[in-house]
T-cell receptor, first 111, second 110 residues
Framework: SQQGEEDPQALSIQEGENATMNCSYKTSINNLQWYRQNSGRGLVHLILIRSNEREKHSGRLRVTLDTSKKSSSLLITASRAADTASYFCATVPNTGNQFYFGTGTSLTVIP | NAGVTQTPKFQVLKTGQSMTLQCAQDMNHNSMYWYRQDPGMGLRLIYYSASEGTTDKGEVPNGYNVSRLNKREFSLRLESAAPSQTSVYFC?????????FGPGTRLTVL
């Protein structure tokens, strides 16, 4: 399987705290993306980081990428109850443009 | 601008029945994908199409067939449904990198 793994599987924090989730993958990549999925809904694209980038920001999101360790992290700062969702990383290989997803982190933000 | 649409939203089949899941996108994307999502497994790629007229197997293609009817439409067919195909199916498309997902089809095979 080309699936990556995410850690932790589940995370529960208080509103206002920061949430960090990690993704490890197996193959060389062109880019890595993070998605959010609210319960019972489709996935929504959050941010894309290319293999030659080390850090990227978008609003309250900060993503890092370490290609030597084949790992990425997603930091959500000042979390809100509305951030409660599952978060998935997806890798796009150097050959082809298909997405391979990790197993996801379930985030609960307690108001 | 509807994005990615999927039909039906829900379906119950008996073992051995066949059905086709429909997907369409209106973003003029070249690439389209079918995934299944099972609890604890994340999303697994069934088939994808890099452009109109081409299709390729993904991680879990057995028991499925696909058709890229035109640039907009990409259908997934189950010829003889099995209980192991009970899952939520997502269609997606991509343009400049990011993926856009449909709302999903929840399929139960009895």
């Amino acid at each position: 399987s080309q699936q990556g793994e995410e850690d932790p599987q589940a995370l529960s924090i208080q509103e206002g705290e920061n949430a960090t989730m990690n993704c490890s993958y197996k193959t060389s990549i062109n880019n890595l993306q993070w998605y959010r999925q609210n319960s019972g809904r489709g996935l929504v694209h959050l941010i894309l980081i290319r293999s030659n980038e080390r850090e990227k920001h978008s609003g309250r999101l900060r993503v890092t990428l370490d290609t030597s360790k084949k790992s990425s992290s997603l930091l959500i700062t000042a979390s809100r109850a509305a951030d409660t969702a599952s978060y998935f990383c997806a890798t796009v290989p150097n050959t082809g443009n298909q997405f391979y997803f990790g197993t996801g982190t379930s985030l609960t933000v307690i108001p | 601008n509807a994005g990615v649409t999927q039909t039906p939203k829900f379906q119950v089949l008996k073992t051995g029945q066949s059905m086709t899941l429909q997907c369409a996108q209106d973003m003029n994307h070249n690439s389209m994908y079918w995934y299944r999502q099972d609890p604890g497994m994340g999303l697994r790629l069934i088939y994808y199409s890099a452009s109109e007229g081409t299709t390729d197997k993904g991680e879990v293609p057995n028991g499925y067939n696909v058709s890229r009817l035109n640039k907009r439409e990409f259908s997934l067919r189950l010829e003889s449904a099995a209980p192991s195909q009970t899952s939520v199916y997502f269609c997606a498309s991509s343009g400049a990198g990011a993926g856009f997902f449909g709302p999903g089809t929840r399929l139960t095979v009895l």
